[in-house]
């Protein structure tokens, strides 16, 4: 039996971003033995396809045009359609990123589907898929099937492990020609603000501050931190808004959605909106001055004290142990 | 212009959160609207005071919604729609309600349409774009910013902290970002003309739809709260101690380092 599963390639500045690997191994769960068929689109995406391939997709189809340079819902969802129309599948897995969040509801609509957005495992359970899914701003988790029509899912990035990636793997990479046209949005202009280095929602480590931060030079240690341990640095909300870094490094219900294995949270008060963000973090860390912060209540581990001589001690015992490893 | 809100009546989020009978817990919870239709709202109001036109609220529910949707009128719309289908559905999804808010729209010639971008519940930010495709309408999802120009619209948006500017035509369908604007309080005035302002109910007879059309196409079979976090362990003793501690511990009992 099985089924033919959908899983889309996200592609990013000429590489596919890592929510692929894990979309296409719960893509390889929805499909129980069936099929896994990559999808690409952009333009001068088919060359991605053989990654797609090691990582565990069976064969890969790419819609290269060059009016899908850039993502606009309409030509993302014409090309996707097309694919769609082709396959005939019977699952359908998205990352739930920018992208996926705008295309996916989208798709499930001309499809007259359901979707389960935002899952962050799904597993067979008693001749089931069984999704899970965070609600309440992470307060509280359901669990989710599909009654009726494609299995369709977006996946949650960082929480769903890749497979293993095996060069050796061959699949076949086709592509498909879509005349995509009637496209009601034009970008005029895109601010990129997202810093380059780690991708903040793919980190693996977050250094994250918040207003305890103070200023924009008030970030420089927690910048220092964030090296030695090869992660990325984040922020609250109230940092954002007192405009100590950019709202690219937001991380919570309005900002990025984080799940490292480490999240050490420095002058941040811990409100709900941000703890939407970072809840499902693996290990969680707390360094603020007030005893009674909410943030404590998540941590693992707490140091109540100023972060601005804990940090830097921190820093020095990290690369104290790098060099003893 | 005719502008139409998509609102949702959610649970403050921001309370305790209990579980009984398999349910999220109700009982004398908060209740508020979903802050990010907050931001619709308000934008709302905003573009029909450059513009000129008429914003109706709408929200599908059961009759508890009245009092979002009075605060809504309250903060300046002119009308409000609950579509109540609390006996007619038992189990939706985000199919459920956008089909429903979809054909409840189709013959409104609306102009524009603003949604949040999620609800703090739910969660999944479908339901703003499914109503958008279900009319044929174009959107934006994420908009921080909103500049209408005749028939011609200039939106920017969030795309995970890096914005886009875009320009589109109306009708348009955009879900709302925080950053998009201040919502304000409703004033005592505007309180008291609320009570006077239309607010209609229908139930799914009214739009011609049966129970079958909007049956859900996925099913919750279980609502749990994540496994109570043993408390974390606030460090003692010097400053100093407690940094060795912290980096010992993550290196070797959580062994994340
Ligand atoms: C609709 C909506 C959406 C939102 N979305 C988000 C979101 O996505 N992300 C988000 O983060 N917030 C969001 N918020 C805002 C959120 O409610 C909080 O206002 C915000 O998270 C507070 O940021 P903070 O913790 O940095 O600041 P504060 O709450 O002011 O906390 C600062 C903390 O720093 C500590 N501190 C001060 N100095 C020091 C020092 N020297 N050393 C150590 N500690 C120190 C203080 O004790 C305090 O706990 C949202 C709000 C709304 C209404
Ligand atoms: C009859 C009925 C029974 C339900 N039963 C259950 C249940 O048993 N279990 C369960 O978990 N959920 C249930 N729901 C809720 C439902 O599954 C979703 O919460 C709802 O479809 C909205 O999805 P969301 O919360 O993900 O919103 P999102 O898609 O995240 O919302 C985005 C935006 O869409 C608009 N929007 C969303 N919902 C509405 C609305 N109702 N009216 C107007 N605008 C809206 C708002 O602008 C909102 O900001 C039920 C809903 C209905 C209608």
Redesign the interface.
């Known amino acids: 039996m099985g089924r033919k599963v959908l899983v889309l390639g996200e592609v990013r500045d000429g590489s596919l971003r890592n929510v692929s690997f894990e979309a296409v191994a719960a893509a390889k769960t929805v499909a129980e033995g069936g099929e896994v068929v990559g999808v690409l689109l952009g333009e001068n995406v088919s060359s991605l396809g053989s990654e797609l391939v090691a990582y565990g997709a069976d064969r890969v189809v790419a819609v290269d045009s060059d009016k899908l340079a850039q993502y606009t819902?309409?030509g993302y969802s014409q090309a996707l359609m097309a694919v769609i129309g082709q396959e005939n599948p019977e699952g359908l897995i998205l990352g739930h990123?920018?992208l996926g969040?705008?295309l996916?509801?989208?798709i499930?609509?001309?499809l007259?589907?359901?979707?389960?957005?935002?899952a962050t495992s799904v597993e067979e359970a008693g001749g089931?898929l069984?999704f899970t899914?965070?609600?309440?701003?992470g307060?509280?988790?359901?669990?989710?099937?599909?009654?009726?029509?494609i299995v369709f899912a977006t996946v949650r990035p960082n929480n769903i492990a890749p497979l293993e990636k095996d060069g050796s793997r061959s699949g076949d990479v086709s592509t498909l020609a879509v005349d995509v046209k009637d496209l009601?949005?034009?970008?005029?202009?895109?601010?990129?603000?997202?810093t380059e280095g780690v991708d903040l929602?793919e980190a693996k480590?977050v250094i994250a501050g918040g207003r305890g931060v103070k200023s924009e030079e008030g970030f420089e240690p927690l910048k220092e931190l964030a090296d030695v341990?090869g992660g990325a640095v984040g922020a609250s909300?109230g940092a954002c808004d007192a405009e100590y870094c950019?709202?690219?490094?937001?991380i919570g219900?309005?900002?990025?959605v984080v799940t490292p294995?480490?999240y050490i949270a420095c002058g941040i008060s811990g409100a709900?909106q941000h703890l939407?963000g970072m809840?499902n973090s693996?290990?969680?860390?707390?360094i603020n001055k007030d005893?009674e912060a909410n943030i404590?209540?998540?941590?693992?581990?707490?140091?109540?004290?100023d972060l601005f001589?804990?940090v830097p001690?921190?820093t020095e015992?990290?690369k104290k142990?790098k060099v003893n490893a | 212009m005719n502008i139409y809100v998509l609102m949702k009546r959610t649970?403050d989020?921001?309370e305790k959160?209990a579980?009984s009978g398999g349910k999220?817990n109700e009982e004398g919870a908060e209740f508020i609207i979903n802050p990010y239709d907050e931001y619709a709202i308000e934008e709302a109001i905003q573009v029909r005071d450059a513009n000129g036109g008429e914003v109706t609220v709408i929200s599908v529910g059961n009759e508890e919604g009245e009092k979002q949707l009075r605060t809504a009128l309250a903060m300046g719309a002119d009308k409000a729609v609950l579509i109540n289908i609390e006996d007619d559905v038992e189990d939706g999804?985000?199919?459920t309600t956008?089909k429903i808010l979809a054909e409840y729209l189709k013959d409104k010639e609306a102009d524009l349409i603003l949604a949040g971008n999620?609800a703090?519940?739910?969660?999944?930010?479908?339901?703003?774009?499914?109503v958008?495709?279900?009319l044929d309408m174009?959107?934006?999802?994420?908009i921080t910013n909103l500049e209408i120009n005749g028939s011609t619209a200039?939106v920017t948006r969030?795309?995970?902290?890096?914005?886009?500017?875009?320009?589109?035509?109306l009708p348009l369908l955009v879900t709302a970002?925080?950053?998009l604007n201040e919502p304000r309080y409703p004033s005592l005035p505007g309180i008291m003309k609320a009570k006077k302002k239309p607010l209609e109910e229908l139930e799914l007879d009214d739009l011609d739809l049966e129970e079958d059309d909007v049956?859900?196409?996925?099913?919750?079979?279980?609502?749990?709260?994540?496994p109570q976090?043993e408390a974390?362990?606030?460090?003692e003793g010097e400053?100093?101690d407690?940094?060795?501690e912290?980096?010992n511990?993550?290196?070797s009992e959580?062994k994340?380092?």
């Open positions: 819902t309409d990123t920018a969040k705008d996916a509801p989208k499930a609509s001309k007259g589907s359901g979707l389960i957005s935002d089931n069984v899914r965070p609600i309440y701003s307060k509280a988790f359901e669990k989710k099937v599909v009654t009726d029509g009601r949005t034009v970008i005029k202009e895109v601010v990129r603000k997202a929602s480590v341990l909300r950019d709202y690219s490094l937001q219900q309005t900002g990025k294995d480490l709900i939407a809840s693996k290990i969680i860390v707390a005893p404590f209540k998540v941590a693992d581990y707490g140091i109540v004290g001589e804990v001690m921190l015992e990290f142990l | 649970f989020t921001e959160i579980i999220i999804d985000q199919y956008a999620v703090i519940d739910g969660g999944s930010g479908q339901v703003g774009p499914r958008a495709d279900a174009a959107y934006v999802t994420t200039t969030d795309v995970e902290g890096d914005s886009e500017v875009i320009e589109t035509s970002q925080q950053g049956e859900a196409k996925t099913k919750t079979i279980e609502i749990y709260l994540p976090k974390g362990r606030v460090l400053l100093a407690q940094v060795k912290l980096v511990l993550l290196h959580a994340v380092v």
